[in-house]
């Protein structure tokens, strides 16, 4: 599975942005899919992530309420739609797939997103 993150860019507080990542599998029943971020000095987390069915979706504490995840596994995408963001949102984000069971082993290259007025 090989992943291509994009969407990133420098935006304001407050503005909302969205991030895509085309997968080039097959397929992607089985997969889970999230979204990572990593900040200048910081360890990387999990912002989101979602079953490869889009029957359960789970996010961090700092975006919930903010962030969605969504995924359209026809067309092997998976989405995270970005609102009202913070200059503490700025990191590299990058998407990555678990197959059903597994730790996540692909990953994209990441895209940057900075928030700064």
């Known amino acids: 599975v090989q992943l291509q993150a994009s969407g990133g860019g420098l935006v304001q507080p407050g503005d909302s942005l969205r991030l895509s990542c085309a997968a080039s599998?097959?397929?992607?029943?089985?997969?889970?899919l999230g979204w990572f971020r990593q900040a200048p000095g910081k360890e990387r987390e999990l912002v989101a992530n979602i079953r490869w069915d889009n029957s359960n979706t789970r996010y961090s504490d700092s975006v919930k309420g903010r962030f969605t995840i969504s995924r359209d596994n026809a067309k092997k995408t998976v989405y995270l739609q970005m609102n009202s963001l913070k200059p503490e949102d700025t990191a590299v984000y990058y998407c990555?797939?678990?197959?059903?069971?597994?730790?996540?082993?692909?990953w994209g290259q990441g895209t940057l997103v900075t928030v700064s007025s």
């Open positions: 599998a097959p397929t992607l029943i089985n997969y889970a």
């Open positions: 990555a797939a678990a197959l059903l069971g597994d730790s996540y082993r692909y």
